[in-house]
């Protein structure tokens, strides 16, 4: 039996309340990174092509992350509550996963290109 802590609707209060400070925190660490690189005079241009490619990969599942994360947060349920715990756990891990291995892939990128 479920634990009342995981039920299906202290979950999706949870998700909900939780994913719109995550998505918060996902947007501005995206804004923050890009932004200082954007001014530091940093483009993906001066990659080499394997390293843009990857910097572009990793940069659209960061968009796509923030995508599902922030609808994970979004407080409207599809149909009903159960369904509704399934689908926002499902994106919010997803979500949480590629906004990882997106951030990574697009900074090693970063860190493989030339210096300054």
């Known amino acids: 039996m479920t634990h009342d802590l995981m039920s299906p609707e202290k979950n999706v209060q949870r998700i909900m309340w939780t994913g719109t400070i995550w998505f918060v925190a996902a947007v ?54 159960p ?3 399934r689908n926002k756990t499902r994106t919010m891990q997803l979500g949480t ?7 990574a892939a697009a900074m090693l990128a970063v860190l493989l290109g030339p210096a300054g």
């Open 97 to 103: 996963m590629l906004f990882i291995v997106g951030g």
């Open 83 to 85: 369904t509704a715990d």
């Open 28 to 81: 501005g660490a995206s804004a923050i990174t890009l932004g200082l690189l954007l001014s530091s005079g940093w483009r993906p241009a001066l990659l080499a092509k394997g390293l843009a490619l990857l910097w572009w990969i990793g940069a659209g599942l960061v968009a796509v992350s923030i995508g599902l994360i922030g609808w994970s947060g979004c407080p409207i349920l599809e149909v009903d509550v």
